[in-house]
């Protein structure tokens, strides 16, 4: 039985690879174009975590094409590791804090702020 988690994942794999394809095409669209190191190596990352999945499920062949085509955007990313995000380790936002910062008091003499 599949935990949720891992479902989701896999799904959520499953979708960024079909949103960048159809952005990918779009772009290129009557254009000729090539894909950027950061693009390679975005689909190098789903494609292996594709792979890796199914090949812990036992789905050799699936897991062979799938990171063949990792393989095919490993050289063009320029990269030596996966793409690396800074946000992992940031702590949840506070709630929002409203505050009236309006003065209520009103001088007659000008402001000297100049």
Known sequence: MKSGDERESVSRLRADLVTAKILVW???????AELTPEAHLYFFDRY???ANHHRRRGH?????RLQAKADEHAPSGGGTGPPYTA???????RAWLVTEA???????????AA
Not at 26 to 32: F, I, L, N
Not at 87 to 93: D, K, L
């Open 87 to 93: 946000a992992m380790g940031m702590p949840r936002p």
């Open 26 to 32: 779009v772009a290129r669209a009557g254009q000729d």
């Open 60 to 64: 050799e062949a699936q897991a062979e």
């Open 102 to 112: 309006v003065s209520r008091e009103h001088s007659r003499e000008p402001d000297d």
């Open 48 to 50: 292996q975590r594709l």
